[in-house]
């Protein structure tokens, strides 16, 4: 790409993926395709290569060929280090580390991404995509197992990132995390019960719904520890209010751990609910188990687990 006017609307549409991406889920994947569209009409530049990521989300995400977006995104990467501008990498490393790379590799694979992505989105004071690092940072850990205590060390350090850099979404997931956590160990909690009261508290509700993904977040964690109690009722509710979110979180790991989450939910509350609900729930519990199975034939490191235990879990149903 050589046109200056060119490069700047390139420049501008790069932009305004990021600052869409949380806030206005559709609005975010129309102008993802719209900057790979662009870069094949007029040529590739040091911010076009993001565009190409709306291809390689579109192919895994969207229509299931996970191994193409993988692809695309060591397109993206390619391209990226051959221009080696801060201002792009950071982008890049947080969408393969956070959307892509956990459908066919070990979660853990991305972390490194992620990381990459706080690095360079400092070196070019794009703080916007380091706050929302970290939340995935945190998140994901939490995701995959970390030991609670090394998530209390992430909290500290999370809180520390926050007051210099005034992130609302780190904010909230921040605040959210800790609360699980807390009730998980008994650090500021009696009882789980205790900490699942916590979690629901009005001002932490409040904070989460400025923004969608935080929100799902919220549901989601609320969700998991309910069943952890033994409230599948409870349970059941909180998944109903994530189901309209889950536009915001496609694609990021949490998604896949709600589908998990809401299928354990199912088979362990099926035989209390009234036989319309129990009709209904099937269906939702065949459209999951369907996901499932195509995330651990794709990536059996960090599904298959999950699959075997909901075919397990539904064998008794």
Known sequence: MEDPGQKKISELLARLCYVTMSSFPELYSF???KTGNFALRHGNSEATHVGYLGYGITSGIIFGNYRMGERYANVCIRLMEKYDRSSSKCIIYFVVGSLIFHWTRHAGYGLDYLNKAV????????????GYAHCILLENQYIMGAPLEKLND????KYEVIKKIKHHNLMVNAAIYDSVVSALTGRKTDSLADGVEKLGKTELLHLAQKDKSALATFYCCRMQMYFMMGDHRSALSMSEKVRPLVGAI???L????????????????????PKSEQRRYMKVLKGNM????KWAQSCKENFEHKYLLICAQTSAV
């Open 31 to 33: 102008i993802i395709i």
């Open 119 to 130: 690095t360079t989105g400092i070196e070019a004071g794009n703080l916007v995509i380091v």
């Open 154 to 157: 992430e909290m500290r350090e």
């Open 250 to 252: 496609i694609g990021f």
């Open 254 to 273: 949490v998604y896949a751990e709600y589908f998990f989450y809401d299928s354990l939910t199912i088979t362990a509350a099926y035989k209390d609910l």
């Open 290 to 293: 369907r996901k499932l199975k």
